[in-house]
């Protein structure tokens, strides 16, 4: 298959282009595109065949389910079913966002959509390309995270070519994801809001319009732990990973910085390929290696946009080893470290 490329200007949208891409999904074709988290790999979510053709380009678990994109909130009185007070208090405040939510579906969602669950999982995206493809389209439009499965996260048109060129319709390139982290994920399918997946949005952010919210319990356990049950199925599987060997080392700065330096020099010697993820703050203590930076310490919302850049970047570099800081601080720490830690496999040095 050929893959059409279009490059979109996101303040000025051709809506020439837009109107191609929604006609391909429309006839049960594959159109990846940006959102304001990642690039999706959109499909018509209420076709079977055309989202069946989003397990097959990515190489997905069919047990996976995916998330309908909606421009409107009336999708939910179609798309939901049972009471959906407490999702619709969500949605009203963080939507369009990077928030999605679970609810009940109804009869209308096919349970090839849902990986076979009665619950579905629904997103407004505030994105401009992503909003008008799907408003253009008239559909609910089922889009994962449009990377190869186990691969990180798409945060560029480049990326999602890596993955997916020739094995999808259509790329539309809008630029670099803004926030770079796949959206929160909130179950408000029983009485309290269980977060299934951490990101821009926050536990705090929730429990400010709902007054309680919670964790999923299988989130905070390591995926070899028996009692492991992520509510959402894509949590246990190896995510995001890099090629090479991702070690994470916590600590203070300065021990941090050293402990990394060691390890990397011993790799070194043994002719491997070793890449450092550094902050701007650090960049210049670390000697030998590829030495990349994530981002500054004073933005934290540069980390996060910056994450799987610098894995799908060392993964070029073909590095056998990467180290990496952590960055548990402030607001986003918990998004960040949630997709770090399954990147490195759980991986950890404390120093
Ligand atoms: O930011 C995002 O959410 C991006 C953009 C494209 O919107 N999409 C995305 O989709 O990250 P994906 O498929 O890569 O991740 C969706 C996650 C998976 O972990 C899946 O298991 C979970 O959502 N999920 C989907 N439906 C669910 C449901 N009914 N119950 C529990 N988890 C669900
Ligand atoms: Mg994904």
Known sequence: MKTKFIQLDCNNIDNKKIIEAAEILKQGGLVAFPTETVYGLGADGLNEEASGKIYAAKGRPSDNPLILHISSMKALDALTAGDCTLGRKLAEAFWPGPLTLIFKKSNLVPLTTTGGLDTVAIRMPAHPIAFELIRQAGLYIAAPSANASGRPSPTTAKHVIEDM????????????????????????????????????????????????????????????????????????????????????????????????????????????????????????????????????????????????????????????????????????????????????????EKV
């Open 165 to 348: 060129d020739g094995r999808i319709d259509m790329i539309l390139d809008g630029g670099s994801a803004d926030i770079g982290l796949e959206s929160t994920i909130v179950d408000v399918s029983a009485d309290i809001p269980i977060i299934l997946r951490p990101g821009y949005i926050t536990l705090e952010d929730i429990i400010g319009i709902t007054g309680e919210a919670e964790y999923d319990k299988g989130l905070l356990q390591k995926p070899e732990s028996e009692d492991f049950k992520p509510k959402a199925p894509g949590m246990k599987y190896k995510h995001y990973a890099p090629r090479g060997q991702l070690t994470i080392y916590e600590g203070e700065s300065k021990a941090v910085v050293r402990a990394i330096n060691q390890a990397a020099e011993k790799k070194l010697k043994e002719g491997y390929r070793v890449g450092i993820i550094a902050t701007d703050e650090t960049l210049l203590s670390y000697e030998k290696g590829l030495i990349k930076t994530i981002g500054t310490r004073k933005d934290e919302k540069t980390i996060a946009a910056g994450l799987f850049k610098i894995l799908r970047d060392f993964d070029g570099e073909q590095a056998d080893y990467i180290y990496s800081e952590s960055f548990y601080d402030n607001h986003l720490g918990q998004a960040i470290m949630n997709r770090l830690l399954k990147a490195a496999g759980y991986h950890i």
